[in-house]
């Protein structure tokens, strides 16, 4: 327990997954954690509602990392959920007794210490607790640039909070990580993977085709909508940069991830890829700059059609980087 | 992104911390960089908030003139929305919906404020006490 590094991340899942698998014995970076897992997608939800607005997603559901990291690499992972809220708390104090670290899910807003203005009703947030003194818990929170102490008052209240996405108090925690691993088979199957959610499900919303269809819904703003208008781009904007996306909705970090894997296994092609998608995640920012600029713009017309072409521009040119990776992943398997 | 074009705008919505993300030095290598905030995206949060706010001050308005029961003021203030507290509380939206008339507030049992009180993080005896005041 005391050997544990808190490491900062950009996002908490990722956070947490590369803090387990390193603390196991399995050095792994955030982005590594990240592309492995095949955690880069895009959803535009309509059905969902925050706030009154639909959910746009920049990556997998929440769980979705953990579940296929652990998987793919053949480590054993427990994981509960309680419907006793006491019975919850004791084994998470037993777990840390014996000196393990766990993984929790809980919600963002009954944690004191984030700030006021970023603590909304978000559930599936995911931090570590590795140690416990008096009554408070030390907490590693991967957002965060240092460690963190909660009151277990506001602990319990989190992990047990209620609504979308409720955590039921979920801990987790690894048992064995293997430490042979065949990274060229992994890459290979996580790239592959990352580039069918993409860019080939038959679906409107996801992926390629969420881009485009959120593109063809910015074109047809109505501009008298003014106060409509600006609520919605502004909300791209957050589900983008706001929650722990390491910046451009997580194309920066699948653009490190493909550096970092390119360098391991000494892939030209990778590299290429990653410099490419530094690139598109440069076009991201500058949508979410653009959309801001309309937003703020008082008494001239924003221009939709010219912000929703932008947008259309980065999903041709995810396209065209998808089936460039999926040709290369394919190549040699 | 640069490291050098990592935003540094000291957003107050970061509440003095920094977050993580990733960009690449001058021989185009990635690493993790802090930001201490990015003014467009704090625009957007602030956006956000400035909206809830807006519509807990128009319901707390509402509960002053006895139009409206706190409960709705009390949802805004607390992050909430019909669609969000009715599945924090596991109650209908149209009985939510229903406890934002001042009379329908004042007859609720202490089982239902519970769930209210457990929401928004209150003690139940506050929600009882609003029960009386303006009748």
Redesign the interface.
């Known amino acids: 327990m005391s050997s544990f590094q808190h490491q ?3 996002h908490c899942e990722s956070g947490v997954l590369a803090s387990l698998l390193t603390h196991a014995g399995l050095p792994m970076s ?2 590594m954690a990240f592309g492995l897992a095949s955690g880069l997608a895009f959803a535009y939800l309509p059905i969902v ?1 925050i ?2 607005m639909p959910l746009i997603a920049y990556r997998m559901p929440p769980r979705h990392l953990i579940k296929t990291l652990s998987k793919r690499l053949g480590a054993r992972m427990h994981s509960r959920t309680f419907g006793d809220q006491e019975q919850g708390r004791r084994a998470l104090d037993e777990l840390l007794d014996a000196g393990r670290l766990a993984g929790l899910q809980s919600s963002v ?2 944690l004191p210490y ?8 978000f559930n599936a947030h995911n931090l570590l607790a590795y140690g416990r003194e008096g009554n408070e818990y030390l907490i590693s929170d991967p ?3 240092t460690p963190m102490r909660c009151a277990a008052e506001d602990l319990h ?1 989190a992990r047990f ?4 996405l409720a955590a039921k108090g979920l801990m987790y925690w690894f048992d064995e990580v293997p430490q042979e691993q065949d990274w060229s088979r992994l890459v290979r199957q996580s790239v592959l993977s990352t580039t069918r959610i993409l860019d080939g499900m038959p679906l409107p919303w996801i992926g390629i085709r969420g881009i485009q269809h959120l593109a063809r819904r910015i074109a047809g703003l109505d501009p008298a909508q003014a106060k409509y208008n ?2 919605y781009l ?2 791209i ?2 589900m983008q ?2 929650i ?1 996306t ?3 909705g997580f194309r ?2 699948y ?2 991830f493909l ?2 894997a390119g360098e391991l296994l000494g892939e030209d092609s990778l590299q290429e890829a ?2 490419s998608l ?1 690139d598109i ?2 076009d991201w ?1 500058q949508f ?2 653009a959309c ?1 600029r309309a ?2 713009s008082k008494g001239e017309q924003p221009d939709f059609v010219g912000i929703a072409a932008s947008l259309d521009a980065i999903a041709g040119r995810e396209r065209v980087l998808m089936r460039e990776l999926g040709a290369w992943s394919r190549r040699r398997g | ?1 640069k490291l050098d074009d990592v935003p540094q705008d000291s957003s ?13 030095d001058e021989q ?3 690493q ?1 960089a ?1 930001s201490a905030g ?1 003014d ?2 704090a ?7 400035a ?2 706010d807006r519509l807990a001050t128009e319901a707390e308005e509402g509960w002053r003139s006895g139009e409206l029961s706190p409960l709705k003021s009390l949802m805004y203030r ?4 019909e ?2 507290l009715a ?4 109650l209908w939206q149209w009985r939510i919906r229903r406890h934002f008339r001042p009379a329908i507030y004042r007859r609720l049992g202490a089982a239902v404020l519970a769930r209210y009180a ?2 928004f ?1 209150l003690p139940l005896a506050q929600l009882i006490s609003y029960q009386k005041d303006r009748s």
């Open positions: 900062q991340s950009a955030e982005p509602k706030g009154g807003f009954w984030f700030p006021p203005e970023m603590r909304f009703h957002v965060f640039e209240k909070a209620k609504g979308a600006r609520l502004t909300h904007v957050r940069e706001e722990g390491g910046g451009a920066f970090m653009a490190s550096q970092e990653s410099r530094t995640g440069d920012r979410a700059s801001v937003s703020r | 992104m107050s919505t970061y509440g003095g911390h920094c977050k993580l993300l990733y960009a690449v185009g290598h990635y993790g802090q990015w467009d995206e625009y957007s949060t602030r956006l956000a908030l909206e809830l607390y992050r909430l929305d669609p969000a599945q924090v509380t596991g457990v929401a993080g």
